[in-house]
C-alpha cells in the first residue's frame, strides 16, 4: 500500500475541482470525474489513510450495520469480483482494507493528498473558482468543489466540567487511536447509548476490570446475527448481482429488500409475534421491514416497540436493570435503530454496571472518575460514543463561504438550506456528496453515494458541453426543496423522537430541524433524474 504524503500545490495550477474527503463518496467522485471526464482533480483528506468514516471509527466492535453484499460500490462488475467479504456485517478493519483495495485497484493514489485537513474554502466570484486553504498553510485553486466529508465525522464531545483534570485516558470512538486502547483490568466509563456504545459495551466488557455504562436515553436494539459468509452464500450475491444492484437503488431506504405489504394492525396478535420472532432471529436491520406502517403509523410502531421491550426485560436478569435498559420515551426507528451481538446480555455480567444519567446526572469529573448526583465512580479510561454533530458539522466545518462573503454558516444559520442535498444558493460550483435534504443516513450508504456522484458527474459533463462555467441553485428551488424535506419527514413516526439527532438534538444549540430526506431512495432518485432531464430545473447555469 503506498501512502501518499502531503505535497507542495503546485503555484498558480487551478484543478477542475478539489475533493475533500477519501472515504466511499470521495474515491468514487475522484474516480468518476478523473477517469470518466478527464478532469484535473486533487483530493484533500484530513487523515493519514483512505477509508473516511471507517478511517476514524476503529473502536472496539466498530462494524458496519448493512450488510455486506451490499455494502460496498456496485458500479464495476469487475471490482465486486475482486473482492470477497469475509462476514455478513464487515468490522471497520475489513471495509478499510476494501478501500484501500479499491484506491489501488482505480489507481487513484496520485491524486489523493493525505494528511491534509481543509481548514476554509472561499468562493472567488471574479475567477469563478474555489480558494481551499488547509491546516498545513497551503493553497489550492479550483473550479468545482465537491464535499465528500461523511454525515458523521465531526466528533460530539459533551463539555462536562471537569473532563480537562482527569488523571485517566479519554477518547472519543471517532477519533479512535491506530494502535487501540489497552482496557485489560482497567476501570471503564462508556458514556452514550447509540449504535456505537451498543456495538462497544459488549467487547469492551470482555476486556476491562469493570465497565460503567452512562445511559442518558434507552434504546432499543435487535441483534445482528453476525456471522462468516460462507461461498454459497457469495455465489448467490454474485449470480444475482443485478437484481440486487436495482433492488437496492429503487427500495426506500437503499436495502435490497422488500418492505412488507401488510400492516401490523390487519393481522391477529399470534401472526405479528411470528413476524417479529423471525425478523428477531434473523437479526438485523430488516426488523424495521417486519410491517409496512412502522415508522407511519403510532399504534402499529407501538407493537414493534413493545415486542423489543419484552426481548430486553427477557434478556436481562435484573429486573431493575431491565426496566433502566427499556426505551419508553420514543418508537422504535424513530432514532437511529441500533443492532448488536449481545448488547443486552452484557448487563447481566458481574463487571458491568449501568448507571441512568437522566435520573442521576453527571455533575462533574474529576481526576479520579466521575460524579454524578448521587454517588462516585472511580475510573481509568473514559470513552465518549455521544456521537456526532450530524450531516451540517462536517460542511460547517470547512469554513465555507460563498458569493459575496456569504458564510455557510450564517446561510444555514436556522437549519440547511439546500436543493436536493446537492447544492446551497450562494455557493456556486459546490457539490455537496450526501448533504443535508439528501437521504444519506436513512438509506444503505454506498448506495445513496454513487446515485450522488453519478449525478454530479453527469451535471459536470452536462456544463461542459454546453460550455457552461458556473452552477448554482436558485433560492425558490431550494426554498421548496427545503418544505418538501420537511413535509416528507413530517409524513413519518421520524421527527416525534425528541432526542434525536436526525434533528440535531443531541448537539446544544443546534437549529432543530428533521436533516435527512425521509421520501425514499427511490422517490429522490426519480427526482434528481426528472430536475437533470429538464435541463437542471431550479439551477441557474451560466
Ligand atoms: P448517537 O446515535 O448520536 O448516540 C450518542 C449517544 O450518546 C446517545 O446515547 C446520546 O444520548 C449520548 N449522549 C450524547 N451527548 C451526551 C451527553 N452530553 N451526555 C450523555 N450522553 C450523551 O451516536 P453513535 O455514535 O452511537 O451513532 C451514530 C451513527 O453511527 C449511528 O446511528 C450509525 O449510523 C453509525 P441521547 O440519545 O442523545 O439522549
Redesign the pocket.
Known sequence: MSHTRAVNAEPGRRYDAIIVGAGFSGLYQLHMLRDRLGLDVRLLEAGDGVGGTWYWNRYPGARCDSESYYYCYTFSDELQDQWQWSERYPDHNEIRRYLNHVADRLELRPNIQLGTRVTQATYDDLKNSWLVSTGNGQRFEAQFLVTAVGC?STA?V?SIPGLETFAGEHYH?GRWPDNGVVFEGKRVGL???????IQAAPVIAEQAGKLTV?Q??A?YSVPARNGPVDQSFRDWATTNREAIRAKSRSSVNGHPFDVSDRSALEVSDEEREQAYQAAWERGGLRFRATFKDLLTDEAANETASQFIREKIHNIVKDPATAEKLTPRDHLYATK?PPIDTHYFETFNRDNVELVD?KATPIVEIVPEGIRTSDAFIPLDVIVF????DALTGPLLALNIEGRGGLQLKDAWAHGPRTYLGLQSPGFPNLFTITGPGSPS?LTNMPIAIEQHVEWITRCIAEMRNRGATRIEPTPTAAEKWVQHVNETAQATLLPMAS?S?YLGA?VPGKPRVFMPYAGGMARYEKICGEVAGKGYEGFLIS
Open positions: 458523521l460530539n459533551p470512538t458514556i452514550g447509548t447509540g449504535s456505537t456504545g452512562f442518558r436515553t434504546n437511529r444519567i460514543a455521544t456521537g456526532f443516513v432526542s439527532w443531541n
